[in-house]
Nanobody, 116 residues
Framework: QVRLVESGGALVQPGGSLRLSCLAS????????MAWYRQATGKQRELVAR?????ATRYTDSVEGRFTISRDKNTVFLQMNSLKPEDTAVYYC????????????WGQGTQVTVSS
């Protein structure tokens, strides 16, 4: 069983920065693609960023150049800079074994609110 625990969500002003953390079960980075998703009120959950087993990263267009996904030991990070009100959402950590879409795990989510 894979366990994912997010932290770091907060209220921040537009233009500010936040770093989200996802503490994962030990050893899963070698077999799981890790990702951050977000879901704004009334909208579908969307992929924000992902990092593959070999470390390759991918971002949705709206966060390219502002957000950075990384990992260290058992933690996946999402560094968010130049935050905008439209970044407001619940952010979820995700693990997908071998990227196959079969064994998928989610954290409980952490709220990010960008507002003045």
């Amino acid at each position: 069983q894979v366990r994912l625990v997010e932290s770091g969500g907060a209220l921040v002003q537009p233009g500010g920065s936040l770093r989200l953390s996802c503490l994962a079960s030990e050893g899963i980075f070698s077999t799981h693609i890790m990702a951050w998703y977000r879901q704004a009120t009334g909208k579908q959950r969307e992929l924000v960023a992902r990092i593959g087993v070999e470390g390759a990263t991918r971002y949705t267009d709206s966060v390219e150049g502002r957000f950075t996904i990384s990992r260290d030991k058992n933690t996946v990070f999402l560094q968010m800079n130049s935050l905008k009100p439209e970044d407001t959402a619940v952010y979820y950590c995700n693990a997908d074994q071998y990227g196959a879409g079969v064994y998928i795990y989610w954290g409980q989510g952490t709220q990010v609110t960008v507002s003045s």
